[in-house]
């Protein structure tokens, strides 16, 4: 079963502007990590941010952690066209290192 | 550095077939794991196995097993192949006690 929920389902911007997706998880977790995956292809993983942060950066993309609300948002800045990709949350379902995935988010980014 | 291999990139079956998927960790990464992905979903948890040994199995039916071998490679197998089993066929490695894992880019396996 999915752990996270991913929202929006899709989004769609312009080049240059900034996209933000949200991630809601259900069980307590040690870390939550954001993945990329372009057109059904292998994940490539983005970030990940502990339990114990509040916020993470990493180049364009800018994650933050509410343990008490349970969720989750990634921010990718000054969008390109090449960030155009699904997007995926994953939690470690307590401590185990099964990751657990949410549904997702389809970013289109529009030259 | 060589990355997750898997192989083969795509398979067609029929329904009742067995069919075996294989995969190669990134070089020293002793953990490896396995996710199916059904259009439209996120990567859903199947096995994990580190050292040889299983360390972790999802919510999937019995004809879903796999093994890892000396050299850290896994293969995956399902029997009794149905319709529902077409999906994206993803293997990932990473290090010990270390929640970052590589992911191979996929066997796309499709059930006629």
């Known amino acids: 079963s999915q752990q996270g929920e991913e929202d929006p389902q899709a989004l769609s911007i312009q080049e240059g502007e900034n996209a933000t997706m949200n991630c809601s998880y259900k069980?307590?977790?040690?870390?939550l990590q954001w993945y990329r995956q372009n057109s059904g292809r292998g994940l490539v993983h983005l970030i990940l941010i502990r339990s114990n942060e509040r916020e993470k950066h990493s180049g364009r993309l800018r994650v933050t952690l509410d343990t008490s609300k349970k969720s989750s948002s990634l921010l990718i800045t000054a969008s390109r066209a090449a960030d155009t990709a699904s997007y995926f949350c994953?939690?470690?379902?307590?401590?185990?290192?099964?990751?657990?995935f949410g549904k997702g988010t389809k970013l289109t980014v529009n030259p | 550095d060589a990355g997750v291999t898997q192989s083969p990139t795509h398979l067609i079956k029929t329904r009742g077939q067995h069919v075996t998927l294989r995969c190669s960790p990134i070089s020293g990464h002793k953990s490896v794991s396995w996710y199916q992905q059904v259009l439209g979903q996120g990567p859903q948890f199947i096995f994990q196995y580190y050292e040889k040994e299983e360390r972790g199995r999802g919510n999937f039916p019995d004809r879903f097993s796999a093994r890892q071998f000396p050299n850290y490679s896994s293969e995956l197998n399902v029997n009794a192949l149905l319709l529902g089993d077409s999906a994206l066929y993803l293997c990932?490695?990473?290090?010990?006690?270390?929640?970052?894992?590589?992911f191979g880019p996929g066997t796309r396996l499709t059930v006629l």
């Open positions: 990932a490695s990473s290090l010990p006690n270390y929640n970052e894992q590589f």
């Open positions: 994953a939690t470690d379902a307590g401590g185990s290192e099964k990751l657990v």
């Open positions: 069980t307590s977790i040690n870390n």
